[in-house]
């Protein structure tokens, strides 16, 4: 069983950063996809970053293309999200997802294509 764990939110003033982290409780065997997905009050779950299997490739949301890196480190089954020049409405519950399968550009972005979830970390943007 995929345990994930997110670390590294909290409270930031606008144009501030952050640097979210997800780790695997253990060691996932294959090629997988792992995405990052967030959550604000009100508003349904949305894409924010993904990175292939073999961090080649990464997607983006266009909201955050440009102020996020999203990178991976398969020794240690971690996927980090780097976010720079945070606004307020960044501000949102933020979920690592794993998607074994997800190898089609089309899926990064698909909910249903990832398998495993963590339990989301608050982000907080002031203005």
């Known amino acids: 069983q995929v345990q994930l764990v997110e670390s590294g939110g909290g409270l930031v003033q606008a144009g501030g950063s952050l640097r979210l982290s997800c780790a695997a409780s253990?060691?996932?065997?294959?090629?997988?996809?792992m995405g990052w997905f967030r959550q604000a009050p009100g508003k349904e779950r949305e894409f924010v970053a993904a990175?292939?299997?073999?961090?080649?490739?990464?997607y983006y949301a266009d909201s955050v293309k440009g102020r996020f890196t999203i990178s991976r480190d398969n020794a240690k089954n971690t996927v980090s999200l780097q976010m720079n020049s945070l606004k307020p409405e960044d501000t949102a519950v933020y979920y690592c997802?794993?998607?074994?399968?997800?190898?089609?550009?089309?899926?990064?972005?698909?909910?249903?294509?990832?398998?495993?979830w963590g339990q989301g970390t608050q982000v907080t943007v002031s203005s």
């Open positions: 997802a794993v998607g074994i399968g997800a190898s089609s550009a089309s899926y990064y972005s698909r909910q249903e294509k990832y398998q495993y």
């Open positions: 253990t060691r996932i065997f294959g090629s997988y996809a």
């Open positions: 990175i292939s299997w073999k961090g080649s490739s990464t």
